[in-house]
């Protein structure tokens, strides 16, 4: 039972991570696409006195999605900011209760992101929300769609990393 347990979690942990790959490829080709529309946009504006119109709504609202597109992977990778002050004293079960903690927390607060933005996503759907400034309106409803996935998403990779961080605290050393 405890080896078929141990099988199953390392599947679950191998496909969130394969996942979150996917996710920070995407943000990656989200990221070079918004670079080649900048780049664009200040070539057309400086040489040609013709700026691409609705490129400040895109970049906006692109930032926020490449940022929580990326989260994912950044968990899973540990590679979250934090002091190591007390951290590098601590044994391993320590450590392991640290992590867990940590991942309890941000587990808690990708949640409440998704718990919280829930309703403005379903009202955005609703009213098909857009932004912009007459001559190009961007939707919002898909922007909102991802950050509440998102929370999701992060709420249920942080559940593993606390799952790691109590069962083999010594991956942690």
Same mark, same amino acid.
């Given at each position: ?14 496909? *969130? ?25 200040? !070539? ?5 006195? @013709? ?8 970049? @906006?609202?692109?930032?926020?999605? /490449? ?7 950044? !968990? ?22 640290? $992590?867990?903690? *940590? ?15 829930? $309703?403005?996503? !379903?009202?955005?759907?609703? !009213? ?14 898909? /922007? ?28 942690? $050393?």
């Amino acid at each position: 039972m405890v080896n078929e347990l141990s099988i199953r979690a390392k599947r679950i942990d191998a496909i *969130s991570e394969s996942f979150s790959k996917s996710l920070n490829v995407v943000s990656g080709v989200w990221l070079f696409s918004i670079t080649v529309l900048i780049l664009y946009d200040v !070539i057309g504006r400086e040489v040609f006195a @013709s700026p691409f119109h609705g490129t400040n709504e895109i970049v @906006s609202n692109s930032v926020l999605s /490449i940022l929580m597109l990326q989260l994912p992977l950044t !968990i899973i990778n540990r590679s979250s900011l934090r002091t190591t002050i007390l951290y590098g004293k601590m044994g391993t079960r320590g450590k392991g209760i640290t $992590e867990a903690t *940590s991942y309890l927390l941000a587990g808690l607060v990708f949640l409440g992101i998704a718990y919280g933005s829930w $309703e403005n996503m !379903i009202e955005s759907w609703d !009213i098909l929300e857009l932004e912009g400034s007459g001559i190009v309106e961007i939707p919002v409803y898909p /922007i909102r769609t991802l950050v509440v996935f998102i929370g999701f998403i992060g709420a249920f990779v942080c559940s593993l990393m606390v799952y790691k961080s109590l069962k083999i605290p010594e991956s942690y $050393e």
